[in-house]
């Protein structure tokens, strides 16, 4: 009995040690009796089973290996440190900081676009994707709240769409120049831009990011241009009186008296001698040509003009007011329409035929431009253009032409003899002053008749009691132009502009 219990014990240890083969069991304990001992097997496992755990401790192995190498992009103090690092992953980071959305490009994925480098963490990350992108040749294109990196050929082949913008403040008449500036800007051989006159629209045809690179463009430099108020006073001066008498300057520029300096510049520009009161000992018998130009604050031409006036020195010819634009040229011109005959005879054969041409330039070829213009008379051109210092930078062209006699050739014909006088000036004055410009000489000639009444009338006894007088007067012509900047949609401007061109419009003021 005994016997067959110690097979059966031995019949089923045998079973459990088959069974925890089959389970991957590595020991199995079986416990035969109670006075027998504990018996422990141990089960070597399987070829197959040692293969697996072998390939799972590689795996382990490789992670662990792949966690101990560097990430491409790890932060750092003050920014991030890149190490073979794909461009994708980079514009991501980015666009993720600036509150963008990114998308891989799959043609980025090579070796080509790797990187390596430092990202400063205190930069705009729009502006380092853009950075960047320059680096590669890529181009960055934003739309909407998603950024995208493309090369060129990717963005030539975006849908091309139309595109209006009407024009607000830049003029029609520049229409060429701002297609010029439009251009470089739209695809090559793909972009068009046209302009449609009558609703003053410009039409761009290429890919939205162009036009949007076109639409800014336009928006920075379509806005209102300052403007400015140019007073031009035109004063003929007697120098013949001005010599005789001349001007006590520091009686109407006031009671601390004018420098000597200024009351030179003052006597060179009207043609005045010295010595003047207000201006040291100065004992010269003619004027000082030696300036040209001075410039003047508003009360200082106040009171010149007051002690020209006050002198009988000075008659004003004309006061123009112009106002122009920032940087767009004004043009005066007082002309004296002068007709110039010529007569011309042409003899035939028993025929005799005068023919007269009649013109008002002093020659056939010259233009009727204020800017190049020879015509008889005063002219003055000024482009003034507002600077950031609140100063104004003029550019002007005086000019002044005048008769001072009457040529007859032998065929009858009557020609004048002209005398011209031109001054191109460049110069920078603080807004609202005045700058006096001279330096225009010459001669008036002036013709008078004196008679006695009744008697004068008589035939043949007149020739006793009547005489004629021509004078030569010496005289100069000085042009007196103040700039004011004036801003039209502002009404205290537009009133301050025109309150303080009322006042100066009389000489005597």
């Keep these: 009995m005994k016997k067959n219990i110690n097979k059966l014990l031995l019949a089923l240890a045998i079973l459990c040690i088959s069974h ?200 920075k430099i379509d806005k209102p241009k300052g403007q400015i108020v140019v007073e031009v006073k035109i004063l003929r001066v007697n120098n013949s009186e001005g010599s005789q008498t001349g001007v006590d300057w520091s009686s109407s520029l006031g009671d601390a008296g004018v420098s000597l300096s200024v009351a030179r510049d003052l006597n060179s520009v009207f043609g005045i001698s010295s010595p003047v009161g207000g201006g040291g000992d100065d004992e010269s018998s003619g004027p000082d040509f030696s300036a040209a130009n001075i410039v003047l604050s508003p009360l200082q031409i106040s009171g010149v003009l007051r002690a020209l006036n006050d002198n009988n020195l000075v008659t004003q010819k004309s006061n123009p007011v112009v106002i122009t634009e920032d940087n767009e040229k004004a043009s005066i011109s007082l002309i004296d329409r002068v007709p110039i005959i010529t007569t011309t005879t042409n003899i035939g054969s028993g025929n005799t035929s005068e023919a007269e041409e009649v013109r008002y330039t002093i020659d056939a070829s010259d233009s009727t431009d204020p800017e190049t213009t020879r015509e008889i008379g005063v002219t003055i051109s000024v482009t003034p253009s507002l600077l950031p210092d609140g100063t104004i930078r003029m550019q002007m062209r005086p000019r002044n032409a005048q008769i001072t006699e009457n040529i007859v050739t032998k065929s009858g014909n009557v020609y004048p003899r002209v005398s011209e006088a031109t001054i191109q000036s460049i110069a920078r004055i603080p807004d609202g002053h005045s700058l006096i410009i001279g330096g225009f000489y010459g001669e008036v000639e002036s013709k008078g008749d004196n008679k006695i009444p009744i008697l004068g009338d008589i035939p043949i006894l007149s020739f006793f009691f009547k005489s004629k007088q021509t004078l030569k007067e010496k005289s100069s012509l000085v042009f007196v132009v103040t700039p004011t900047s004036y801003n039209p949609s502002c009404i205290k401007s537009h009133k301050k502009a025109s309150d303080r061109v009322n006042f100066r419009t009389s000489l005597g003021e």
């Design 20 to 219: 925890a083969a089959s389970a991957q069991t590595e020991s199995v304990e079986v416990v035969v009796s109670e006075s027998k001992p504990a018996a422990t097997v141990i089960i070597n496992p399987a070829p197959a089973e040692a293969g697996d755990v072998s390939a799972e401790a590689d795996n382990v192995n490789d992670a662990g290996a792949n966690e101990e190498q560097s990430n491409p992009i790890e932060a750092e103090e003050g920014g991030f440190l890149i190490k073979d690092a794909n461009i994708n992953d980079i514009f991501q980071l980015l666009a993720k900081r600036s509150d963008k959305q990114y998308f891989h490009n799959n043609k980025l994925n090579t070796v080509d676009f790797q990187v390596t480098g430092h990202l400063n963490g205190d930069v705009d990350p729009l502006k380092q994707m853009e950075e960047l992108a320059f680096q590669y040749g890529l181009r960055m294109y934003v739309k909407g709240n998603t950024v995208y990196a493309m090369m060129s050929d990717q963005l030539s082949n975006l849908p091309a769409k139309e595109w209006t913008y009407s024009l607000n403040y830049l003029r029609p008449t520049d229409i060429e120049q701002i297609k010029a500036l439009i251009q470089p800007m739209l695809s090559v051989g793909r972009g068009i831009v046209n302009y449609e006159p009558k609703t003053n629209t410009i039409i761009v045809i290429d890919t939205m990011r162009h036009i949007e690179m076109v639409e800014k463009l336009l928006k």
